[in-house]
Structures are given as C-alpha cells and as structure tokens.
C-alpha cells in the first residue's frame, strides 16, 4: 500500500542520516585535532543537508565579534571566509540565534531585515538563503554553524532536524578537543613541577 511506501520511504531516510551521524562521529572521535574535526564536520554537512556552503564561527574573547575558523565553500564562486571576523554589533541574524539559543532559516536572504547589514554580500555571491544554528558547548553559545544556498531550493524539515544533530556533534567535538588541550597543559604543567621538584631534592 501507499501508506507502507511512505514508513518504508521514510525508514530507510533515517538509516541514511544515523549512517552519516556515525560516520562523523567515528571520524571525528579519532581526531583530537580541532581544525582536521570541524572540516570533517562542514564537509559532511553540506552533503548532508545540501547546501553550497557551511562556515563555522567562534565567539572572540571580546564578545564583539566572532572569527570564521572552518568553511565548505566552492572556491569557482566564492572566496575562503576562513580568518575573517564578523562583528556581533548591529547583526540581528546571529544575535537572534545567539540569543533564542534556536536555529533560524532565512529564505529571501538578500532582502530580508534580518540580513540588512549584508545584503551587498549575499548578492555578490548569490546566496538565497541562510540557515544558522548555535554552537552550544557546556551550555554556552560558543559561536554559530551557517549554511548557505545559492539557489532558490528550500531546505525539507528532515534536513534541518539532520543539521541540528550535525552540529550538535560538532559541539561534542569542540569540547572534547578543548577537554584534550586541557588535559595537555596540565600534565605539561605537572611535568615541570615534578621536574622542578625532583631538582631541588638532588
């Protein structure tokens, strides 16, 4: 019957996405590097979702703006955001998703409020709509994951959901890298006082 079509149709969707989560997950939990993670993450997530573009950016100490540390992007129609800092102040978009801690979907991208301050840049690369989504690590928004599309497509609420799991991943990926560094530095900083206190009992 139709209906055995449909739960047949949508069971073998979600295998797939459980399929991509565990491949990230399995990727990312034998990588402590936190660049080789998040561009695992980015990639995996334009696939996923189908979008053109994924850009990950961190809070500055500052909390005056955010820093773009990892990018999907196609190099034909666009450049490499990586490096680039985007100011909090007067961006309604991220403080809204910062804010409401939810993700937020902006179709008509070029000319919605939401998007005043770069319309200019969304026109010049063509984006239709932008899909942002907190980072969220230890119950703090650290940053956002943004995805574009350069194409009048919408996004299917599958997706979205799927995208959320993604970066709820990524999240998990931040912590325990920052976890491992921690873990680093103080058995570096263990070392050197038990070196300097063996040093001082000879």
Do not use: C, W
């Amino acid at each position: 019957t139709e209906q055995t079509q449909v739960a047949l149709s949508q069971a073998e969707k979600r295998s797939q996405e459980m399929a991509v989560i565990n491949e990230i997950v399995t990727q990312i939990s034998t990588s402590l590097d936190l660049q080789h993670s998040l561009q695992i993450i980015v990639d995996e997530l334009a696939t996923a979702v189908n979008v053109d573009q994924v850009r990950v950016a961190l809070i500055q100490p500052s909390k005056q703006d955010m820093l773009v540390i990892a990018e999907h992007f196609d190099p034909t129609r666009t450049s490499s955001a990586v490096g680039m800092t985007i100011p909090l102040v007067g961006n309604e978009l991220t403080l809204e998703v910062i804010n409401t801690r939810q993700m937020v979907v902006v179709e008509d991208a070029q000319n919605n409020a939401l998007t005043e301050p770069v319309h200019e840049l969304f026109r010049e690369q063509g984006i239709e709509t932008v899909i942002l989504l907190p980072l969220i690590v230890n119950d703090e928004v650290i940053g956002t994951v943004g995805m574009d599309i350069l194409d009048k497509r919408s996004v299917d609420p599958a997706s979205l959901r799927l995208a959320e799991t993604i970066v709820f991943q990524t999240a998990t990926a931040i912590q325990n890298a920052r976890l491992f560094e921690q873990i680093q530095s103080a058995l570096a900083e263990t070392e050197m006082l038990y070196s300097y206190s063996s040093q001082l009992n000879t």
